[in-house]
């Protein structure tokens, strides 16, 4: 394949790069419906700029790649420049913000240990329903089954855990307050 220049070209390098440009950009942004976005936008920029592309200068691989590095880099400005969700946090200082999934090992690492040492500042017992709801996926109804007490006191203690963990990681400067 040398070009881009008919609807077939496209579909064929897309049966041919688009799972791997996918790949690329949802380990680039970590979201797959942005990624998936992505190589939509990617090859329509190629069809688009056909006329241009140099068979001369790069194959059809690497062409795409530079498209998609380009439409990566426009999807994280439109994803910084949006607010936040409801919930969410941006990113302080270039640090990862929690869950986030970025930055290197080591900031990974760090994120881990300053949140167990946060979660270790709250009530065993609002630690255990913490953990369990958010961590572990369960729900206030079967872990207040388990551990034999009312739901609403799980939410309760889920509530004012959930609390206490904000005020403790704003005090560290993880949140802003």
């Not at 008919?6 to 380990?27: I, P, T, W």
Request: aromatic share 8%.
């Amino acid at each position: 394949m040398t070009s881009l220049r008919s609807e077939q070209d496209v579909r064929a390098a897309y049966r041919r790069y688009g799972s791997e440009l996918f790949g690329f950009a949802c380990n680039a942004l970590d979201d797959r419906q942005l990624a998936e976005e992505v190589v939509q936008e990617t090859f329509l920029r190629a069809w688009r700029s056909a006329p241009s592309y140099d068979e001369h200068r790069s194959g059809v691989r690497t062409w795409l790649y530079a498209i998609a590095r380009n439409v990566v880099a426009d999807a994280r400005r439109r994803r910084s420049a949006r607010p936040p969700l409801a919930g969410h946090e941006p990113e302080r200082d270039g640090r990862p913000g929690p869950g986030d999934g970025s930055g290197d090992p080591f900031d990974k690492l760090l994120l881990r240990i300053e949140l167990d040492e946060a979660l270790q500042r709250l009530s065993p017992d609002q630690r255990q329903v913490i953990t369990d709801v958010y961590l572990l996926g369960r729900s206030c109804a079967d872990l207040a089954a388990e551990l034999g007490i009312p739901a609403a006191t799980v939410r309760s203690r889920l509530y004012y855990g959930v609390r206490a963990l904000r005020g403790i990681l704003e005090e560290n400067g993880w949140l802003a307050p």
